[in-house]
């Protein structure tokens, strides 16, 4: 179980001090799907990279399965079972893709890495001798970073956005992935999306805005949401009005 308890979280921009995060309280069981959603720049990947620490929140307390995880860095937190999987990849130079995920996975067996390349829609035949450099496009980037994700043994995995650059052939595999996920492991996965095919994995919906959770819900509920709001705006994405049925349009 993974706790947050009034973790506020402020950094320090071109404009001075901006409080990104502010009192957030979540509990996350074990073999749940929680998908994280709401506007861009809301504070969802903030709240994802404080409970990876990559940011150290301000205030509150972090805990997993009870053990205060606040102040610990970022690969102590790893070694405890947390991981993460960026919504832009870092790409690398002189490392070979089977390489990068044995070192994930700690096993060198060709058919163990070739289920994961599979399980993110790669051949295994086409990647495992690559080596990581500019060749690659930012959606095999991304696919590859997921694979490393899912071969640790994991307590937390939280995936940015994994969507991203991604085509629907390989997002029903992921998707097909994060269930299978569950039901193996006790695993508590957090994923970052706007996605519906995502969303619909969801046990429950965290919504996030203006660096708050304004709401947790259930799947069915927001899918009514989305298409209650496809329905009301008369230009579907570009009302200045928010999707309101009697906004005016900018153009």
Not at 195 to 206: N, S, Y
Request: with cysteine; hydrophobic share 35%; aromatic share 6%.
């Amino acid at each position: 179980m993974l706790e947050l308890k009034d973790v506020s979280l402020t950094l320090v921009g071109d404009k001075g001090q901006v409080e990104v995060l502010k009192e957030i309280n979540l509990t996350l069981k074990n073999k749940k799907i929680y998908v994280m959603t709401g506007p861009n720049g809301g504070g969802k990947s903030s709240i994802g990279k404080t409970i990876m620490g990559i940011f150290r929140p301000t205030a509150g307390q972090i805990l997993l399965d009870g053990m205060d995880i606040t102040q610990k860095e970022i690969y102590e937190r790893a070694h405890l079972g947390i991981g993460y999987a960026f919504q832009q990849p870092p790409r690398f130079k002189g490392i070979k893709v089977r390489q990068i995920l044995e070192l994930s996975s700690g096993k060198n067996q060709t058919e163990n890495l070739c289920d994961l390349l599979y399980d993110v829609g790669l051949c295994a035949q086409n990647y495992l001798d690559r080596e990581l450099n500019a060749s690659f496009s930012g959606g095999e980037l991304k696919r590859i970073e997921i694979a490393t994700v899912l071969a640790r043994d994991l307590k937390v995995a939280i995936f940015d956005e994994p969507e991203a650059g991604i085509d629907l052939w390989s997002i029903q595999r992921l998707t097909e992935t994060f269930v299978n996920l569950r039901e193996k492991y006790d695993m508590t996965i957090v994923i970052i999306s706007h996605q519906e095919r995502i969303i619909k994995l969801a046990d429950q919906i965290i919504l996030v805005a203006e660096g708050r959770i304004s709401g947790i819900t259930s799947q069915e509920k927001i899918l009514e949401d989305i298409r209650q709001l496809d329905s009301d705006c008369r230009c579907r994405k570009d009302c200045i009005g928010g999707g309101l049925k009697n906004a005016k349009c900018d153009r």
